[in-house]
């Protein structure tokens, strides 16, 4: 049923608790495989191995946020479970060595560092194709073919070189990644900074809001409100990762902090300050809470939502 905020006994956590429940149990579901055995058991340990379901939860939310008012788990939870693979494939190749070379993610050793890295390459891989294919023949025959189709592609352009992967190709080239050896950074200001965090990471979640409701047929002007309320959350998002990186701790956080800085990696709090970004969070949280109260999203029909903004910038992990 579609929680509603005038409704008193609506709990974050519970709602949470329950959808990750349902998260959990589908993508295992969707990964009993076992041939080639090593594949699966490396595309099984990073998919089922913690991590917050945000991206799968904001899909959900936004579908009930603008559904019918019964059960719309079962429209959405192939695409929910369509993001995670994605979005754990793209933590795969972003931990390998050629990347950002991380040992830890999740509290455990990183793919690579437990299957090798050829390993790691192809199970990201096959995570990949895996989470079109459950896409399209998961998602139930309820749901319009054409809309279906809008959201494969979105997928795809979430994904590639408009998306994810473009984003990380700038991330890295203002890194000097790509130099080789040679000091060649360029220089970076706000609006690059905004630019290759709403592709890295503003992308994925954006479309997961977006699919969530265009799988519901939301209208065109719930649709607009909602890519503005994800890129806002997603940028929050990256802020909060980047302000987590100097002030959490391994424990907490399950990878290794200080990565950014020992990279000279261009994130918020490089150029802003812990303050900044703190002050820059405020007024996205704002902008994000006026847009659903605004914008034809009304809290009261959507307290999910309010609440998976909030959660995106108050995390400590
Ligand atoms: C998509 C084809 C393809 C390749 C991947 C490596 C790469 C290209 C992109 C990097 C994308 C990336 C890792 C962005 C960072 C996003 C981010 C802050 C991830 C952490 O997400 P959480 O905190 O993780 O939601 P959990 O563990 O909770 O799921």
Redesign the pocket.
Known sequence: MRPTASNSTFNFKTYASDRRGMIETRLEKYLSHNEPQKLWDSMRYSVLSG??R?RALLCMAAAEAFGPNDDVSELVLPCACAIEM??A???I??DLPA?DNDDYR?GKPTNHKVFGEAMALLAGDAL?MLANEILIDETPAKVDRVILLSVVKELARA?GAHG??GG?VEDMNFTGAFDQGHTNKEFVDEDILESIHRR??GALITFSLWSGARLVEANERQLIDLKRFGEILGLAF?IT?DLLDVTGDINTLGKTPGKDEASQKATWVRLFGIDGSKQKLKELETEGLGILENNGIEIGSAPALNELLKYAIHRVN
């Open positions: 991590g917050k945000l994605v979005h494939m793209s933590l190749h972003d990347m999740r990949l994904t994810m992967v990380q890295k990471t990256q990762d």
